[in-house]
């Protein structure tokens, strides 16, 4: 994408973008405790086949909570305003073979769904850079 939709964009892919391949290889996005929370949550309780048939993680970075939701449900979209986060989200999925995780350019106050569409949501680190937390919550 050549150009940002909105401000809250712009300034996200000024501050994070570049930062993008920082965060693909940081161990406290890669793998730390508060992943295997996230993990044990979403398994608890899952009915029928035990997996959701869409799951979205908001402000993904570079993928690694999407990632681990792959394992509990059949699509994730994993949504962040920034390229260069969603291209290094992009690049691991397919390093990892996951093949039912996509990305998507888009502030977690506007999410390309439609409403009860989605079965999981997760948000790991990301919260305190949504600059309208209720309106997040809203949508």
């Known amino acids: ?15 994070f973008g570049p930062q993008a391949g920082v965060y693909a290889s940081s161990p406290v996005h890669v793998d ?4 295997d929370v996230v993990r ?3 398994s608890q309780p899952l009915a029928g086949d035990g ?4 799951a979205l993680d908001m402000g993904t970075g570079a993928g690694f909570t999407a990632f681990a ?3 509990f449900s059949r699509h994730v979209l994993a949504v962040d305003p920034t390229l260069g986060m969603l291209q290094q989200a992009q690049r691991i999925a397919g390093e990892r073979s996951l093949s039912n995780v996509a990305v998507s350019r888009n502030v977690a106050e506007a999410l390309p769904v439609a409403p009860g569409s989605v079965d999981l949501v997760t948000t790991r680190m990301a919260a ?12």
């Open 40 to 42: 044990q949550m979403a």
């Open 1 to 15: 994408m050549s150009s940002d939709r909105n401000p809250r964009e712009s300034a996200a892919q000024q501050v």
């Open 51 to 54: 997996r959701y048939e869409w």
């Open 32 to 35: 730390d405790p508060s992943l």
């Open 69 to 71: 939701m792959a394992e």
């Open 128 to 139: 305190h850079h949504f600059l309208d937390f209720e309106a997040m919550l809203d949508e």
